[in-house]
C-alpha cells in the first residue's frame, strides 16, 4: 500500500497520506462517529467509551477525583455527553474555552469528579492537585506529551498516590504505535506541539509496519 502511495504521489505527498490514513485510523479506534460517514449510525456505543464509564463509575463510587485526556476534542464532546446521560457531573476543558479558572476552580474545590481535557490544552500551564486519577484516553504520537499531561496533577501541593490508566485498542494500530514508541524512544525529544515532526522521523518500514493489516 504504501509503495502504491509513494509511486503514485511522490515522497512528501505520500507520507501525509499515510499520515492522515493513520489518523482516521487511530479515530476508528475510538468511536466510528469521528470519521463523519455519510448515514453511518453506529449499531452501539463504541467499547472504549464503555469502558471509559465503568472506570469513571468506580473511580467515583471510591471517592477519587479523575482527568481524562484525549487528542480530539470532538471524541470529548461524546464523552461528556454520555457522561451527561449517566448523570455523571463533570468540568471541561479544549483550546475553545474561554474561562479555564473557572472549571479549573469547580474541580478543585472538589465539587465536581471528572475533568475532560484536551491534551494540548491541557498539557501546560495547570495546576490539578486535587486528582489522583489520570486516564489518557487514546495514545498520542509522543508520549512526552502524554507524560506533561499526567504532570498536571503531579503538581507542588499533591499529597497522595496518583494512578494513571491509558486505552489501548487490542489488534489495532494502537498497540502497534506503542510498540513503536519503545523501540524509538528519540520520538520523545521531538516538539511536542506538532504531529509532524515525527512524521519525518518515520521510515518507509515503520509506516508500513504501522499500516499492515489495517
Known amino acids: 500500500m504504501l509503495s502504491e502511495m509513494a509511486s503514485s504521489k511522490g ?6 497520506a499515510a499520515f492522515t490514513m493513520l489518523l482516521r485510523l487511530r479515530q476508528a479506534c475510538l468511536d466510528t462517529r469521528l470519521l463523519g460517514l455519510e448515514n ?5 456505543t463504541a467499547s472504549k467509551v464503555e469502558l471509559l464509564s ?3 463509575s468506580d473511580a467515583i463510587e471510591d471517592g477519587h477525583h479523575v482527568l481524562v485526556f484525549s487528542q480530539f476534542s470532538t471524541m470529548l464532546k461524546l464523552i461528556r455527553a454520555r457522561l451527561e446521560a449517566d448523570g455523571v457531573a463533570c468540568c471541561y476543558l ?39 486519577t489520570v486516564i489518557h484516553f487514546d495514545p498520542w504520537w509522543n508520549p512526552a506529551v502524554e507524560a506533561q499531561a499526567t504532570d498536571r496533577a503531579h503538581r507542588i501541593g499533591q499529597d497522595r498516590v496518583v494512578t494513571v490508566y491509558k ?13 513503536l514508541q519503545n523501540r524509538k524512544r528519540e520520538i520523545i525529544d521531538l516538539t511536542v506541539d506538532s504531529e509532524e515532526p515525527m512524521m519525518t522521523g518515520l521510515s518507509a518500514n515503520d509506516l508500513r509496519e504501522l499500516l499492515a493489516g489495517n
Do not use: C, W, Y
Not at 453511518?40 to 452501539?44: N, T, V
Not at 479555564?100 to 490539578?128: C, H, W, Y
Not at 486505552?167 to 510498540?179: C, D, F, P, S
Open 94 to 132: 479544549d483550546g475553545n474555552t474561554r474561562d479555564r479558572q473557572s472549571e479549573v476552580d469547580r474541580f478543585q474545590t472538589g465539587a465536581v469528579p471528572v475533568f475532560l481535557i484536551s491534551l494540548k490544552a491541557g498539557g501546560t500551564g495547570l495546576n490539578l492537585t486535587a486528582a489522583d
Open 11 to 16: 515522497g512528501a505527498a505520500s507520507r501525509m
Open 40 to 44: 453511518h449510525e453506529p449499531r452501539e
Open 54 to 56: 465503568e472506570l469513571l
Open 167 to 179: 486505552l489501548i485498542a487490542r489488534g489495532t494500530v494502537e498497540e502497534k504505535l506503542l510498540a
